[in-house]
């Protein structure tokens, strides 16, 4: 672009004067902004136009600047109200969105821990059920003890044997069923007290003449066991039982001051 | 002052920025009000309205569109055409002049005060009849180039020309 040739157009006059359309005027600007010479050119007109016009002027206006700015603050003063009445209004609806949206945030909080809530509320349920299973299988365990124990009672061939309180313990007692053909004892000990800690009861078979005592072992879940019977493996010719108190793991022959009961074997059942 | 800024903080409604601009232009624009309405109770009406609404309207300024002065100069121009075709000033239609700027600066006696004013009025008595009627169309009436061609029945281009040389002389006594 010829600047000079731009310049001396007269087109910068008009940028001043307001006579050019919109668009020009928005070419024109973008090329002040890119040649400053222009741009120096319309400050020079302007300041020229400026004198000019003023000089038309008889020049006593200054005090008028007084009056127009009281005529704002009075435009301002008059608008004042419809602002604050259109901003009470925007407060209105600011604060009732707030309000929507607090309301909103509780609620759904308020789902949330609902939701929680019923979930472990499904949990505990879930484990109530699985405990009551637990029961159920516990119950059927029992039964089927049970019926076996009633099996086992009705048997001819087990042979029963009470073992009487000895000595300090003649207020305890306890019953041997003694199923020759299984080699097997079932002893209920539903008699006996609960053993003091670290002591055990073991369980002896005996032969009279001589008298030998034979260990068929110590019952280490008495406290555990709930009713107190006890399946204990014995192929000894056994002619009498008797249950001792001993230290945790057993002792090799009965500490007899401890024996609590004992009982022999009707030879003639 | 950068003026440019200076309008930038008047946009942001400083007052004190107002104040200022009002100090740089309302010379100006009471001259082209008054050469307008021709009366100088109206034109101080007028003024006022016209700053009132400028400082109301300042959003509605951007530089894209033009100068920050002829923005303004636009709206005095319009406010008093807006007066004088108004229904009242009709009835007093005899008193309106048809003189331009020659005539309102040739009648003031202040002008003798300053030095620019001493060489505006000298370099106005020496205008051409051309340049004293393009320049009163084109600055103080607010005619586009092509109303001011029709209006005084010269070529577009020729308008721009010879408002140019117009001008070039009055920049050469203010800016000296």
């Known amino acids: 672009m010829d600047k000079n040739h731009y310049i001396s157009s007269g087109i910068l006059e008009l940028y001043v004067a307001g006579a050019l359309s919109e668009k020009e005027n928005a070419e024109v600007y973008a090329l002040l902004q890119k040649y400053p010479e222009l741009l120096q050119e319309v400050l020079e007109i302007e300041g020229a136009v400026v004198a000019l016009t003023a000089a038309t002027s008889h020049g006593k206006t200054q005090h008028l600047l007084k009056s127009i700015k009281t005529k704002i603050n009075n435009a301002e003063h008059t608008i004042t109200p419809t602002i604050t009445l259109q901003k009470q209004n925007y407060n209105w609806a600011t604060y009732s969105g707030w309000a929507a949206a607090l309301v909103l945030g509780v609620g759904l909080t308020w789902m949330v821990l609902q939701n929680k809530n019923l979930q472990s509320r499904i949990e505990i349920s879930n484990t109530q059920q699985s405990l009551l299973e637990i029961q159920i299988e516990n119950a059927k365990l029992n039964l089927n003890e049970a019926n076996s124990l009633i099996s086992i009672l009705r048997d001819d061939a087990i042979t029963k044997i009470d073992l009487g309180g000895q000595g300090h313990f003649t207020a305890t007692y306890a019953k041997v069923y003694w199923d020759k053909d299984q080699q097997r004892i079932f002893l209920d000990a539903e008699g006996l007290p609960e053993p003091p800690k670290g002591k055990v009861y073991q369980v002896w078979s005996l032969t009279l003449a001589p008298l030998a005592p034979t260990s068929l072992g110590t019952i280490t879940n008495f406290s555990d066991d709930t009713n107190k019977i006890f399946e204990i493996s014995n192929p000894n010719k056994s002619e009498a039982f008797g249950i001792t108190l001993e230290p945790l793991g057993g002792s090799k022959t009965p500490t007899m001051d401890q024996l609590y009961v004992l009982g022999t074997v009707n030879s003639t059942s | ?176």
């Open chain 2, 1 to 176: 002052m950068d003026l440019e800024k200076l309008v930038e903080q008047f946009k942001a409604k400083d007052i004190q920025a107002f104040e200022k601009l009002y100090e740089m232009y309302h010379h100006s624009i009471h001259g082209v009000i008054v050469n307008i309405v021709k009366k100088h109770d109206v034109a101080e009406e007028v003024m006022q309205d016209v700053f009132v609404k400028i400082w109301q309207k300042s959003d509605s300024y951007s530089k894209q569109k033009g100068r920050f002065f002829t923005w303004i100069l636009n709206i005095a121009r319009n406010a008093a055409i807006d007066t004088v075709r108004s229904k009242g000033y009709k009835t007093e239609k005899q008193n309106l002049s048809t003189d331009s700027f020659v005539d309102t600066i040739a009648g003031h006696d202040r002008l003798e005060h300053t030095t620019d004013a001493i060489g505006i009025k000298k370099f106005v008595e020496q205008l051409t009849e051309t340049c004293k009627a393009i320049i009163d169309l084109l600055y103080f009436k607010g005619f586009t180039q092509s109303e001011a061609s029709e209006t005084l029945e010269i070529p577009i281009g020729t308008v721009k020309t010879r408002n140019r040389s117009c001008i070039k002389s009055l920049r050469a006594i203010v800016l000296r």
